[in-house]
Each structure stands twice: as C-alpha cells, then as structure tokens.
C-alpha cells in the first residue's frame, strides 16, 4: 500500500500563498486534496490522476488552489493563492490505485494532514 506524507503547512497570513506538498511511496493512478476545517467535515478541493487531461477541482477551488503533480517524484502539489481566514484546516493528501472521484470513501490511501493557520 502506497504511503503519503504532506508537508508545507504552518501558520501564514492573509493573502500569503503558500504550497503544500505531498510525497508517495509509490505511483498511484489518483492523488487528491481534501481539507477539514474544525467542526466540519473533510472537503474535496480536486484530484490529479496519470492521465494528460486527468484534473478536476471543486466548484470554487479552480482559480483559488492550483493542484499540480510530478510524476516522476511521486509528489502532488497544492498552491493556495492568497489565502483567507476561513482556509484554516488540517489539509490531506489522499490517493486512490484505480480512479478518481470526489468522494472521501473512493480513496484507499491518507496522508497524515498537515495543518495550516491563516490570521488577518
């Protein structure tokens, strides 16, 4: 079973634009972005899977986070531009070996989550 590790969050201030990171152990075919802030439940923002054209966002993530992969490092990326507030969550990595979807149960694999604070 793959493993995922996150890393790049901490604390930031409003309208910095941090990027996340998320290392696989191996290739998976699907490799996602979820975030959970306190007292709600885990978000899909969007996935990136092997194919050329295989990306998808959430309404109203595309424009805000940009998602990117390299393949060839087994990393997934997650650009937050000019983050708000209310973009304080524990942000995870998820991945899935055979499709992508936006549903948290389609994925087999969790990162740890890698917390991330905005103030104003």
């Known amino acids: 079973q793959v493993r995922l590790v996150e890393s790049g969050g901490g604390s930031v201030q409003s309208g910095d634009s941090p990027t996340l990171s998320c290392v696989a152990s191996?290739?998976?075919?699907?490799m996602a972005w979820f975030r959970q802030a306190p007292g709600s439940e885990r978000k899909f923002l969007g996935y990136r899977n092997l194919r050329p054209d295989g990306w998808y966002y959430a309404t109203g993530i595309e424009g805000r986070f940009t998602i990117s992969r390299d393949v060839a490092k087994n990393m997934l990326y997650l650009q937050l531009n000019k983050v708000r507030p209310e973009d304080t969550a524990v942000y995870y990595c998820?991945?899935?070996?055979?499709?992508?979807?936006?549903?948290?149960?389609?994925?087999?694999?969790w990162g740890q989550g890698t917390q991330v604070t905005v103030s104003s």
């Open positions: 191996g290739l998976t075919f699907c």
């Open positions: 998820a991945s899935a070996l055979n499709s992508c979807d936006a549903s948290a149960e389609s994925y087999d694999t």
